[in-house]
């Protein structure tokens, strides 16, 4: 069979389907599979049903599949056994505020049959892990108590001692869940069929534990707050609001947790399920640019085993057009008229008094940036990346130096301004020096601390961890790289930028090479204010370009404002954010931006020395008082 590279220009979910189909390579796959699951990835890739492009991958990914299933480059099949199992379980499990089984949408019917009925050849899950983002008020819980009470019911028979969760950020939001999903097991038991396996299995329903004294199978109410993982292997779990913005370390090291505990499970899964939340660094949101990445190389076959159902909108214009809010609400397809009235009413209302991100965060399941204050938008940061790095042999640069202080990282910014369509453009690398000296040498700790994964940044160059016992930078080290970069690539370096009172090792040796001009920047929004404003300009006027590195968009995602009479600067939201590399970008664009113009803002001062008019006191201060 043909296998597609989408992210090959001229390449799309629909030309690839159009191909395939084309070819008829769909054919046989229509005639024999009539499921939910199939027929909604049909409905979906020839536009019947309107979706956003990850829906589209994840029926793209469906389709060919089947086409493979059964090989030995893909070992897995789709049952049909599994699906009639869990729809036909599905129409006897009560809602919980209907207080009576409620038909299922095609849309909800296709969830339930793509990740219980793709097995492996010994009938066990393919898909391991799952995530599942929608809108809110789009029916999660609907979805969470089917397959809850169905993995406890239906997919533990046979079997003893499984553990099985609901997992919620804190206590009291677990409370909550917990009392649908007791809702639902109580409502079972009075039916005819379920009454008969409960009281077989001796089925207790507790406030924190529904157990099974037959089996010891037990189904359990838990916290990220608790952290009580780490004895456990759970057959299924739940993790309810996956993406908490509040609580992103806590999370993705109790996810750590539980999948490495899976491990000892063949037959597990892990569904994660949210809506989007205003911090993008979230993990649950790298996941799933992880996983839609994966789905675009159908020629690649990564991530085999990791399933994710995103309902979203493509673009936040789409804010404007009502019509397409089935995206990220496939809800509508049963709620229709009154809830989009409902919702354009909330639109209209948030676009009136200037908080419509947040409509577009929570209505439209969009992870932009929401909070007044946050520098740039999600999608401007992702956009700006590039594929092809540009070639920076001989050019002009700017560079701009950020030394750490502590547990900050330190990180020199080259930025390069060039001319495209007669736009000022600006191509930006950087390298960053990891510390470990504030978690005990300990990379894994900082990578967890931080949220960023340095191991993997510094293998593909973007990065050096500490390599002294202490987990100290070595200055002497990052002045010989900076050197050794500029002139491995032959560059013209206008300008030295750096912050006048954090650079001292660095800035000395410099100074004795006498080998660029050097220019201390003050870090005070009256000096920092014309650079913030630019750079944040140039990005959403799409004229900031960059490599695919995790460093500039991890500090950029985490850059607040912080407004003041003299003007505007950044800062980061809280003490683990690292926003090191947005600091040495804007000082390097405090003179990029004058590349091509006219202007000198230094004409006043081209004649003066470095330190000129400082004492020998202040030059001695300067030098010997400084910390990394």
Not at 125 to 138: G, I, K, M
Not at 313 to 328: A, C, F, L, R
Request: aromatic share 12%.
């Amino acid at each position: 069979m043909t296998e597609y590279d989408l992210t090959k220009r001229g390449m799309s979910v629909e030309v690839a389907y159009g191909q395939q189909r084309k070819a008829g390579v769909y054919d046989q796959i229509f005639e024999q599979y009539r499921d939910p699951g199939t027929r909604y990835s049909f409905a979906v890739l020839e536009g019947d049903i309107l979706a956003g492009e990850d829906i589209k991958l994840n029926a793209w990914r469906h389709l060919q599949d089947l086409t493979r299933q059964n090989t030995a480059e893909f070992p897995f099949h789709y049952d049909l056994d599994y699906c009639r199992e869990v729809l036909n379980f599905a129409k006897q499990c009560p809602d919980v505020d209907a207080g009576e089984p409620l038909p299922l949408e095609l849309w909800q019917q296709a969830i339930l049959c793509i990740s219980q009925g793709w097995r492996t050849k010994n009938k066990e899950r393919r898909y391991h892990r799952v995530l599942f983002s929608v809108s809110r008020t789009n029916g999660k819980t609907y979805i969470t108590n089917i397959l809850l009470t169905y993995q406890f019911i239906i997919g533990s028979i046979g079997g003893f001692n499984a553990d099985m969760a609901y997992i919620a950020p804190v206590t009291q939001q677990s409370k909550k869940g917990w009392r649908y999903v007791k809702t639902t097991f109580l409502k079972l038991q009075k039916q005819k069929d379920f009454a008969k396996i409960f009281r077989a299995q001796q089925v207790k329903i507790g406030e924190d534990v529904i157990k099974s004294p037959v089996n010891q199978n037990q189904l359990m109410r838990l916290s990220h707050e608790s952290g009580q993982f780490d004895s456990y292997h759970f057959s299924f779990a739940v993790g309810d609001e996956a993406g908490d913005d509040g609580r992103i370390g806590l999370i993705k090291a109790n996810n750590g947790k539980i999948t490495s505990g899976q491990v000892q499970t063949p037959n597990s899964q892990f569904w994660q399920i949210s809506s989007a939340y205003p911090d993008s660094n979230s993990q649950f949101y790298l996941d799933e640019q992880l996983i839609h990445e994966a789905m675009l190389r159908d020629n690649q076959r990564t991530l085999d085993d990791y399933l994710m159902i995103n309902y979203s909108q493509d673009h936040v214009n789409e804010v404007e057009q009502p019509e397409t809010w089935i995206k990220s609400n496939p809800i509508l397809t049963l709620k229709g008229k009154s809830m989009l009235t409902s919702m354009i009413s909330e639109r209209d209302t948030k676009m009136a008094d200037g908080t419509i991100s947040e409509f577009q965060n929570k209505n439209l399941n969009m992870w932009i940036k929401v909070k007044q204050n946050r520098y740039l938008s999600v999608h401007d940061i992702e956009d700006a990346v590039i594929d092809k790095p540009l070639d920076i042999i001989g050019r002009e640069v700017y560079l701009g130096f950020d030394l750490s202080r502590l547990a900050d990282d330190t990180t020199m910014a080259a930025v390069f301004p060039y001319m495209y369509q007669n736009e000022i453009n600006y191509y930006i690398q950087q390298h960053s020096w990891i510390p470990t000296a504030r978690t005990n040498g300990n990379v894994a700790q900082k990578e967890k601390q931080d949220g960023i994964n340095y191991r993997a940044a510094e293998t593909r160059g973007y990065a050096t961890i500490a390599k002294n016992r202490f987990g100290y930078i070595d200055e002497d080290s990052v002045t010989d790289w900076i050197l050794e970069y500029a002139e491995q690539n032959q560059l013209n370096v206008r300008f030295f930028i750096f912050d006048r009172w954090s650079s001292a090792n660095t800035v000395e040796k410099l100074q004795t090479l006498d080998c660029w001009p050097l220019l201390p920047l003050k870090q005070t929004a009256d000096k920092l204010n014309k650079p913030t404003f630019e750079f944040r300009k140039a990005l959403e006027t799409g004229r900031v370009h960059y490599d695919n590195d995790p460093i500039i968009q991890y500090a950029l995602k985490n850059a607040i404002t912080v407004n003041t009479s003299a003007g505007l600067k950044v800062d980061k939201d809280r003490a683990t954010s690292k926003i090191d590399c947005v600091d040495a970008i804007i000082n390097a664009m405090a003179r990029a931006i004058y590349h091509f113009s006219d202007y000198n803002p230094d004409s006043d001062d081209k004649n003066k020395s470095l330190f000129e008019g400082w004492s020998s006191e202040q030059k001695k201060n300067y030098f010997e008082n400084y910390s990394f």
